[in-house]
């Protein structure tokens, strides 16, 4: 069964490619991805290499785990479960649509009468 890891404190250039090939030191490596931003398509710094057994993923935590890789001490840890994003519900789910609320139509108002103003008043001089 594989087994997935996550790879942080990687350099923004590193590709999915040099992740890869860092890794095929420990055993055979089923996949590697950078994880980037979706607008820009800048790296964020971590990605997820799965090997393929429990003991490959277990050489490559305890060889490359804070070994430097491009002047950077690599963090090598078994992933975790992705978390629910508070946002969007279930993970790669879309949020339920808000209830539509029609709103009230105005209550019709008759405008208050207005007098005209009067001033008596003689300019002082």
């Known amino acids: 069964m594989s087994k997935k890891l996550y790879v942080g404190n990687l350099l ?22 950078v994880i980037r931003f979706k607008d820009t398509g800048r790296s964020k710094g971590f990605g997820f290499v799965e090997m393929s057994t429990e003991e490959e993923a277990q050489k490559a935590i305890d060889t490359l785990n804070g070994q430097d890789y491009k002047g950077r001490k690599l963090v090598v840890s078994e992933a975790r479960p992705p978390r629910e994003n508070r ?5 790669g789910q879309a949020p339920a649509a808000a ?4 709103p009230a139509a105005p209550e019709e108002t008759t405008p208050a009468p207005t007098e005209p103003v009067v ?3 003689q300019p002082k001089m």
């Open 12 to 33: 923004y250039e590193v590709t999915d490619e040099d992740l890869k090939t860092q890794f095929t030191a420990a055993g055979n490596v089923v996949s590697a991805t």
């Open 87 to 91: 946002f969007s519900g279930a993970q």
């Open 99 to 102: 209830p539509v609320v029609e």
């Open 119 to 121: 001033n008596d008043e």
